[in-house]
């Protein structure tokens, strides 16, 4: 069983920068992949970015050189550090561990408002 809280949302205005956090607790948490994901109202839930176990990074087109995605393995920790932020990226974000052959599991969001 995994457990995953995120934090960090908030309201900023365009242009400005967010770090949001994940949280994770259950055995063998730093074997899964993590990933950032977003849900803007009316639309499907989308990816942002995702980080291995091993570290490769992998991000959506939309956020490339804006968006980081790290993890600190000693706090079973993942963060999407967001800089540049456009009233686009207006969502909830949720983070996600899945692996292989398990099911995944999500946190329960964050909200993210983008004031232009």
């Known amino acids: 069983q995994v457990q995953l809280v995120e934090s960090g949302g908030g309201l900023v205005q365009a242009g400005g920068s967010l770090r949001l956090s994940c949280a994770g607790s259950g055995r063998l948490f730093n074997m899964y992949t993590m990933g950032w994901y977003r849900q803007a109202p009316g639309k499907q839930r989308e990816l942002v970015a995702t980080?291995?176990?091993?570290?490769?990074?992998n991000y959506a087109e939309f956020v490339k050189g804006r968006f980081t995605i790290s993890r600190d393995i000693a706090k079973n920790t993942v963060y999407l550090q967001m800089n540049s932020l456009e009233p686009e990226d207006t969502a909830v974000y949720y983070c996600?561990?899945?692996?292989?052959?398990?099911?995944?599991?999500w946190g329960q969001g964050t909200q993210v408002t983008i004031s232009s």
């Open positions: 980080i291995t176990s091993s570290g490769t990074r």
């Open positions: 996600k561990a899945e692996r292989t052959g398990w099911s995944p599991y």
